[in-house]
């Protein structure tokens, strides 16, 4: 028998305990729910297991258990819950990527000390099962690549914008109703969501420790319609795309929305569900498509971390515990981009980018001070310097970019 206190009894919780209740006759090793801490008891009076709901940690944690299993989500009181149940030598379980990506040393550090696995397959990407990937399935490799869409809320969001013409703020209140969305939802719009999750899986496949928020980040939110049409010119999508990738012995990283060919792998993966492609030296390419968000994929992920450790497949992860690796902003690579940049002199800017780059288009100038170029440019770092150059003109307004990956 192995007995479990829940912490969390929301979109995740309810999933995982679903999924505990159907699989009992498949596991020989009974699992039993001892405790569930809730915020608010009566929320749940009609929900499974209601009579070991409480929400009180001090019940809990008094409660007989083998594994605390964290999916409240946040960083506090998280954190000093997760910490309270390892000291306790007991098993933890998390989906929660803003606890492992900014705790995770010390958290991973306190497992160790205590003879006990940390286990966060939920923690990125949802369904899929990234995290036994690079931590097992791969160990004979070295990874030199992460490109990723990470996070459900935006890619449905950026989905019905692009494919059925939803506003921004009613593609957001859908994925808020489906359970994708955070409680917040900045950290999902904002790109923060996703920074953190591609910081988990670098440590992972680099093996050093990364800090998400040196991440070069940018959100979704400035994104409209006007971006789907002219990426629809390019035959291209819009996606939110994490990527890490090694440039000898630094790691360039970043989350931004980007142009991807409409034949590209990327842009068939769309609404919640994620992708991760992953370059190792050895295996060359894989790719995992699965659903990142949501009840059951996540819940999915969460109950076969409870597998592993009632099967003794126990981890210890030390990545996180590594020396930082030295991240950079801008890869040195071809960087041809769509820039709408916001002026009170159009022609001018015109004539300037001229001078800068070797190809340029043209593609709007009827907008009231706006106009949209296609520009070709050997590196981000120059057309990145170019924009920082005109920010100090008087007639600049404003710069939003869009590079094709
Ligand atoms: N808000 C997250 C997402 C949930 O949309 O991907 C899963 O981590």
Known sequence: MTKVAIMGYGVVGSGLIELIDKNREKNDNEVVITSILV??????????????????????????????????????????????????????????KDLIATFGQELFNIAKENSVSLKFEAAVAGGIPIIKALTESLCGNKVNAIKAILNGTTNFILTKMGSEKLSYDEALKEAQKLGFAEANPEADVEGYDAARKLAILSSLAFDKSFKWEDININGITEIDSNDFKYAKKFNCKIKLVAEAVKCRNKIYTSVKPVLVDEDSILAKIDNEVNG??????????????????GKLPTGSSVYSDLNDIINCRFSDIGSFNKEKAEMINYAHKTCNSILRIRTSDKDEVVSRCRDIFNNIKIIDKSLKDEVVLYIECTSEAYVQKFIETIKDEIYYKGCKKLIFI
């Open 39 to 96: 915020r608010n008891k009566e929320k749940h009076k009609n929900c499974s297991h209601y009579e070991v709901i409480t929400t009180d940690s001090e019940e809990l944690f008094s409660k007989e258990s083998d594994i605390v299993i964290e999916v409240m989500g946040g960083i506090h009181p998280a954190y000093e819950y997760v910490k309270r149940a390892l000291t306790l030598k007991k098993h933890v379980i998390t989906a929660n």
């Open 276 to 293: 991760v492609i992953l370059n190792g030296d050895e295996i060359g390419e894989l790719i995992f498509i699965g659903k990142g968000a």
